[in-house]
């Protein structure tokens, strides 16, 4: 039993809403028995038993089509106490999503589907009929949660690993592919919502992307708050550095990963594509892939410019640079800054791919862009 078990049965039970696991009352009938959420053919229906509730809605930022700014989707309430909705032409993918029940947020008690952010759980739907990430009759990988030590938050600190088929049972050791998230999220994401182990699964069953060791850290190092700590507050730990000089040793001394710039590459969305571009100016000359996702420079003014030129502009940091690759929604809301950073790039002396795609900032894209990267590395 994990540690969230306890705290959405409790849930559920203080909102009425899991009544079908409770016994009927002397005299009384059972309630009745929710399926959420039930997909066929495009079609997702999701419901919820709250016969007390006054309103209930459908959240999810990531399901296209919702009501503009993302307010909650209103189910209909039948005489049985059942509320629901059902979405028509739901384009495949894996969505989260929860139930706002009289302006209390909840997970779906009858999905035992659920995808962590950071402070945060999410129910999952998904839905069937794209190839790259679907679970096909492929060999697959493992995924693993690891804890390592890190001396700069001074903790624990908990990681997914991505190992790809055969490597169990096998010496062969492999290359490295650092895979950042965004902010509010955490390092469950790019499993459970992102679904990059399927993603590489079919890559490689199709021999279209190498076997590789994928390591998705956790991307924040305190508390987070859009706008940095509130006033008064200390700022956390650096992720950066806990990645240089905990995360990566970890990593380097337990798996069999082949070391060297060729043999190391690293990507991440959103805030994730901050990190990583910070991470490469640092040491560009570690990484020989990197590729950023709906995302660019974060720091303000000319500062970031400044701190890096010189590494950047430098003759060594091109050299060993195999692919630097960036993608951005027409929609996102970082897309201007997204171009900023290649034209900045450029200046340095790079020659970065920009692929402006559809849609916004989303999984949907995020999935995408993991999907048409992956092939690109250590070939």
């Not at 895979?179 to 679904?195: F, I, K, Q």
């Not at 790079?350 to 916004?360: A, I, L, R, S």
């Amino acid at each position: 039993m994990n540690r969230l078990t306890l705290p959405l049965l409790a849930l559920a039970i203080a909102l009425n809403l899991n009544a079908s696991a409770q016994p009927p009352g002397k005299g009384g009938q059972r309630p009745p028995t929710v399926t959420s959420p039930e997909v066929k053919d495009k079609k997702v229906t999701f419901r919820v038993l709250a016969p007390k509730a006054e309103k209930v809605g459908l959240f999810s930022s990531d399901i296209p089509g919702g009501p503009k700014g993302n307010p909650a989707r209103p189910l209909t309430k039948g005489e049985n106490g059942v509320w629901e909705i059902t979405l028509d032409s739901v384009a495949p993918g894996t969505y989260r999503y929860l139930f706002d029940v009289d302006g209390l947020r909840a997970v779906d008690p009858r999905n035992t589907a659920v995808s962590e952010s950071n402070g945060n759980v999410w129910s999952l739907v998904r839905v069937p009929g794209a190839g790259f990430m679907d679970a096909a009759d492929v060999p697959h990988g493992a995924v693993s949660r690891i804890t390592y030590k890190s001396g700069t938050v001074g903790k624990n600190r908990r990681a997914h690993v991505y190992t790809p088929p055969g490597y169990e049972t096998g010496t062969e050791k492999y290359p490295v592919f650092y895979l950042l998230h965004g902010a509010g999220d955490c390092d469950d994401s790019w499993t459970s919502v992102g679904r990059a182990h399927d993603i590489l699964d079919n890559l490689i069953a199709a021999k279209k992307a190498k076997p590789m060791i994928v390591v998705m850290p956790a991307g924040h190092t305190g508390p987070f708050a859009f706008g940095g700590p509130p006033a008064g507050g200390q700022p956390a730990p650096r992720f950066e550095d806990d990645f240089e000089k905990d995360l990566r040793p970890y990593i380097e001394k337990t798996y069999r990963v082949q070391t060297g710039r060729a043999n190391r590459a690293i990507a991440g969305l959103s805030m994730g594509g901050g990190q990583t571009l910070n991470l490469f100016a640092a040491n560009p000359t570690d990484y020989g892939y990197v590729g950023v996702f709906s995302s660019g420079v974060f720091a303000k003014g000319d500062a970031w410019e400044t701190a890096n030129k010189d590494r950047l502009s430098a003759k060594e940091a091109r050299d060993g640079l195999k692919v630097l690759w960036f993608a951005t929604g027409k929609e996102d809301f970082l897309l201007d800054r997204t171009k900023e950073t290649v034209a900045l790039l450029k200046k340095f002396g790079h020659e970065p791919e920009f692929k402006e795609t559809g849609g916004g900032h989303t999984w949907i894209n995020w999935q995408e862009y993991l999907n048409e990267f992956a092939p690109k590395l250590f070939q």
